[in-house]
């Protein structure tokens, strides 16, 4: 595959740089990158590896452009509210590179689509604002060897790194599940300035063009920490851990974790057939309203997981399903043999 004359005045002053040249315009070309997430993180991100010329960019995103998220997720205009992220994402980004193969997937990322779609890419950008999704990534990377990024934001914070597959280390040794359930947000709950999520973005599609042109001062091996407030930036050194379950000398090889319909629930519950529901919300959620079953918070599983039995199946619920997706990871790292959680959550459940 070479550049026609279009590409090459389209990228003249990136080849223009002695470590990049024609041949590293050409190793982006042939690189495929997926992005999960057309917002925050993913609008800067997709905007940058356009611009540098990746040649084949999906991007997965089932939500429509709010009102709201005009403040940040700077691909999107008034006139966009109401549509389809990935159908306005991919018309503007084609306009601005027509050399860009963009695929899109209006569907949400879940363990039903997963490996699927991470198998037809190289490098898989996690913008999402939910941290049960890069455990999921993180899993299928490992198993297939490909390379991610992701980045996370918390008030004027945010953080950023890029995994090597089965080089090296894991989001796993960075972030075990069972000690990272107390951080995690049912959904974006926080404030955010829109700088900083434009940032990590484009540090997140620093990290993957640096990655592909394998340039002298990549540090795909450090975790980065950003913190807008004082202008803080700090690169911290990571290692593999050697008793992580995902990439250590001890890993293990997790179970499926299925999605459940509403339907499906339904139909066991009417059977009277034996499972384990467990709802990983708040006492106060589950108060105000519940399907049954066991209510342990998900800050609580990973203490209280001798509560449950690892011979009965399991399926968990929450508001949605971003804290039992994350529960369900923990569950399986605890040698639970059979775990599902409920599509849509109990939001669905009462729709």
């Avoid at 992005?35 to 940058?48: D, K």
């Avoid at 105000?288 to 066991?294: H, M, T, V």
Wanted: one cysteine or more.
């Amino acid at each position: 595959m070479e550049l026609n004359t279009a590409e090459k005045l389209f990228y003249a002053k990136q080849i223009m740089l002695p470590d990049v040249g024609i041949e590293g315009q050409l190793k982006l070309k042939n690189t495929r990158v997926l992005c999960i997430g057309a917002g925050g993180l993913g609008s800067p991100l997709l905007q940058t590896l356009v611009s540098a010329g990746i040649g084949k960019i999906g991007i997965v995103d089932h939500d429509v452009v709010e009102l709201s998220n005009l403040q940040r997720q700077i691909l999107y205009r008034y006139e966009d509210v109401n549509l389809k992220k990935v159908s306005i994402a991919k018309k503007y980004l084609q306009k601005l590179n027509p050399h860009i193969d963009i695929v899109v997937y209006p569907e949400k990322f879940d363990v039903s689509n997963a490996r699927e779609l991470i198998a037809q890419y190289d490098i898989i950008a996690d913008c999402t604002d939910y941290l049960a999704n890069r455990y999921l990534v993180n899993q299928i990377c490992m198993e297939l060897n490909k390379s991610f990024v992701f980045a996370g934001i918390w008030q004027h914070q945010g953080q950023c790194m890029l995994f090597q597959g089965k080089q090296g280390p894991c989001f796993e040794c960075l972030f075990p599940a069972d000690s990272t359930a107390e951080v995690l947000s049912d959904c974006n709950e926080l404030g955010v300035l829109a700088v900083l999520p434009n940032l990590l973005g484009t540090l997140q599609a620093n990290l993957i063009i640096q990655h592909v042109l394998k340039l002298q001062n990549s540090l795909p091996q450090y975790f980065y920490h950003i913190d807008i407030s004082n202008l803080e930036f700090r690169p911290y050194s990571v290692e593999q851990n050697l008793q992580c379950r995902v990439c250590g000398v001890n890993k293990i090889a997790y179970p499926a974790i299925n999605i459940i319909s509403i339907e499906t629930l339904k139909h066991k519950l009417a059977n009277t057939e034996n499972f384990i529901l467990l709802d990983v919300r708040s006492r106060e959620e589950h108060e105000i309203q519940n399907l049954g079953g066991i209510l342990i918070p998900l800050p609580e599983l990973s203490s209280r997981i001798a509560e449950l039995d690892p011979a009965i199946p399991v399926i968990v619920y929450c508001r949605t399903d971003v804290r039992s997706q994350m529960a369900a990871h923990i569950l399986c790292e605890n040698n639970f043999t059979s775990v599902a959680y409920l599509k849509g959550g109990i939001t669905a459940w009462t729709t």
